[in-house]
Every structure is written in structure tokens, then in C-alpha cells.
């Protein structure tokens, strides 16, 4: 079977061009470039969709993340907790602003956050925690809440794996991820669940005072054009990207919902194995949005099934190889080997497979039928 694609950009855009091409269009003819009211209309209409009060877009999900740091008044030396297995760009911009970045392990199932070594790291010099809800699926909100205000600690979302996902709190109320912790950050970066044609990313918050500071950060410290309050950066989303955005979001919700269905019909291939461990959901289904669709096989094979799968021109992905405690950059003496466990397991254990919206059933049986193939020799 040709064409199964990690990613397949080419036939999603097909699908909604003309709409695309007008909009692109629209902005072509009143040539404005930047803030143009493409941006504007964008930011609306994700307000609305993630229920939230205020989204500043900006240039790509890295700044977002740097922005809203930047918003916190944070001193050097204050200290984030994140997660030892995620994107680079959660530790890079900690290090970039001189925070100290506290990493602590994983949850075996979820590959998210572990609430007990939370806990375990928290210190008088805790100002933040930063969950990144992995794969797509959301991580425990309400523990990691609790935690930050027992502690009087300020939580930022990395949500750029998870949009539209929602999440049930234990009294069964739904709240849209990125809505939940103080400030969010995300990415439109093209292969993202919400992407662009081109780099793009928003800040998400509720707090109006926040917002302010955001907003005026983003570009360039100012509230009044030449008058610099803050130390900012220049960091936009283009009109055209926004343009693009705009129409995809009105989809957003059915393309997560394609996504969650290729994810069952895997399920339903690999789920009786008792050598594959299937995406665990902790919760409601609609808290994962599969960004990913990850599996662990035995850390010996994992490496020949990567080989077996690229020889059948199944595209795969190893996110992440390496966990944040052992890159090179962040090596640190703070950071022992002995406390990452699980993050040390799963990188050996895990593979992405095909995930988009345009997979087919056939595909995902093709490519759940090759995986077995392997196993069973
Ligand atoms: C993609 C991603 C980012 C960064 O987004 P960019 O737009 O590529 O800068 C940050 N965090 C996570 C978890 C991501 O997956």
C-alpha cells in the first residue's frame, strides 16, 4: 500500500482550498500583512471555540511559551516544574529566561506529568508548574490545580499538542484545555491539530491583567506605539496564517474527531496484544485528541519494527528519543538519572504511527496488520 503519510497536509487542504484560497485572498487585496483584521476575527473565534476570555496570537508556539514567562515576573533562579519527556521548546525557553527548571518524571500510562513527584519537587523557590498535555491528552488539571493553589504556584499550560480537547473535572464539569491553568500557550505549527501554512502559535488566558502584559510583551514591551514598558519581542502571527487558521478552526473539532476515530479503529487491531501497549485514556475519551498515536512495544524490538515499518514505507515517528534530563544542553548535575524511570523506559519503548485526518480504515489495518507481521516473527 502506497502514500500512508505521517502527516497528510496535502489532503486536508484539498478539501477546504476554495475556502482557503478567498480568505488568502481577501487579505492579498487589503495588503494588510501584519494585524491586519484577518488576526483579529482569528482571535474571536478561538476565544469563542476554547471558552476562554482572552487569546494572544504570536509567531509560533515557542514564543508563546516564552511570553507567557515573561508575563509572570519571575525572577532568575525561580524554578519551573515540568516534564522530563516532551519538546525541547518547554525546557528551552526556562533556560533562555534563567529559571531553573525542575524535571521530574512521568506517568507510566499517560506519559504525562506524575502528580506524587510534583509534589516531591516542589520548593519555596516554586513559582510555576508547566504540564504539557503530551500526544494530546490532558493532563490530571484538577490535582495539578489543587497543588499550585495549596502552594501559591502559577500553572501554564503547554497546550500545543492537545486544542480542542476537553477535560471533566472529578464534579463533572468540562473545561477546554488551555482554559484551565492560569496562561496556556500554544502552536499552529502545520502538523499541529490546529495547523497553519507557516510558523503561528497564541497565548490563552482569563486573567484581563495578564492579558495586558501578554499582549504588549508580544510586541515589543509597548501599549503605546514607540513607549516601552516592558523588555518585549516581536513576535506576530501573519495576517495570511490567520486568514488560513480562521477557516481551519470551524473544522477543528470534526478533524479531532477523525483523529479520535483512526485512534479506535488501531485499538480495535492492537488492543489484544498482549506485546503492544495501546494509548491508555485516563478519563473521558474527549480529553485525548490523539495529536499522536503512540504505542510501546518490548525496548528490544522497538528499534527493528522502526527498520521493518520504513522497509514497507510505513512512516513512523520516535517522540522523543532522548529524554530533557540527558540533552546535552540541560545535562546537570540537579538532574539523576536514578529519578526519571519512566521516562528512561519509554523512550525506548515508544512509536508514533500514522496519524491525520485523512487516514483510511484500510490504512490503519494495513499498518496495524504490518506491526503484528513483525511481532509474530
Ligand atoms: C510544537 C510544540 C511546541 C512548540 O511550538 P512551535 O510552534 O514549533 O514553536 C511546544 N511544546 C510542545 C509540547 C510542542 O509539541
Same mark, same amino acid.
Given at each position: ?105 512521568? &506517568?507510566?500510562?499517560?506519559? +504525562?506529568?506524575?502528580? #506524587?513527584? @510534583?509534589?516531591? $519537587? =516542589? ?6 508548574? /508547566? ?97 516601552? &514598558?516592558?523588555?518585549?519581542? +516581536?513576535?506576530?502571527? #501573519?495576517? @495570511?496564517?490567520? $486568514? =488560513? ?6 473544522? /477543528? ?125
Amino acid at each position: 500500500m502506497d502514500n500512508i503519510r505521517m502527516v497528510d497536509l496535502k489532503g486536508q487542504h484539498e478539501s477546504i482550498k476554495e475556502e482557503i484560497k478567498l480568505e488568502i485572498d481577501q487579505v492579498l487585496n487589503n495588503t494588510s500583512f501584519i494585524n491586519g483584521p484577518a488576526v483579529n476575527e482569528f482571535q474571536k473565534d478561538l476565544e469563542k471555540f476554547n471558552q476562554v476570555k482572552h487569546v494572544i496570537p504570536c509567531a509560533n508556539g515557542t514564543d508563546a511559551l516564552q511570553i507567557a514567562l515573561m508575563a509572570l515576573d519571575l525572577k532568575p533562579g525561580d524554578e519551573v516544574i515540568t516534564t522530563d519527556f516532551t519538546f525541547i521548546s518547554t525546557i528551552e525557553v526556562i533556560a533562555l529566561l534563567r529559571l531553573k527548571p525542575v524535571l521530574v518524571d512521568i &506517568d507510566i500510562n499517560t506519559f +504525562n506529568l506524575n502528580i #506524587d513527584h @510534583i509534589k516531591r $519537587a =516542589i520548593t519555596n523557590k516554586t513559582k510555576v508548574i /508547566l504540564p504539557v498535555h503530551i500526544f494530546g491528552q490532558v493532563s490530571d488539571m484538577e490535582e495539578i490545580m489543587k497543588i499550585a493553589r495549596n502552594n501559591n504556584i502559577i500553572v501554564l499550560e503547554d497546550n500545543a499538542q492537545a486544542i480542542g480537547a476537553v477535560y471533566t473535572n472529578y464534579k463533572g464539569k468540562k473545561v477546554k484545555s488551555g482554559a484551565i491553568g492560569d496562561i496556556s500557550a500554544t502552536s499552529f505549527f502545520p502538523s499541529k491539530n490546529l495547523g497553519g501554512y507557516g510558523d503561528g502559535g497564541a497565548i490563552f488566558t482569563n486573567n484581563s491583567l495578564l492579558e495586558k502584559k501578554v499582549r504588549a510583551i508580544a510586541n515589543h514591551g509597548m501599549f503605546k506605539r514607540y513607549y516601552h &514598558d516592558y523588555v518585549g519581542l +516581536n513576535s506576530r502571527l #501573519d495576517s @495570511i496564517q490567520a $486568514a =488560513i487558521l480562521k477557516v481551519k478552526l470551524k473544522y /477543528l473539532d470534526s478533524y479531532n474527531e477523525k483523529r479520535k476515530k483512526a485512534a479506535k479503529i488501531y485499538n480495535k487491531f492492537l488492543e489484544k496484544r498482549s506485546d503492544i501497549i495501546v494509548p491508555f485514556i485516563k478519563g473521558e475519551i474527549d480529553s485525548h485528541v490523539f495529536h499522536q498515536y503512540t504505542i510501546r512495544v518490548d525496548s528490544k524490538k522497538r528499534d527493528l519494527l522502526a527498520s521493518f515499518l520504513q522497509e514497507n514505507k510505513i512512516p513512523y515517528g520516535i517522540y522523543y528519543p532522548v529524554p530533557l534530563h540527558l540533552q546535552k544542553a540541560y545535562v546537570n548535575n540537579q538532574f539523576k538519572n536514578e529519578n526519571f524511570i519512566n521516562t528512561n523506559k519509554v523512550v525506548k519503548e515508544v512509536i508514533s504511527l500514522p496519524m491525520h485526518t485523512e487516514l483510511t480504515f484500510d490504512q490503519i489495518e494495513y499498518i496495524s496488520n504490518k506491526i503484528i507481521e513483525f511481532l509474530n516473527k
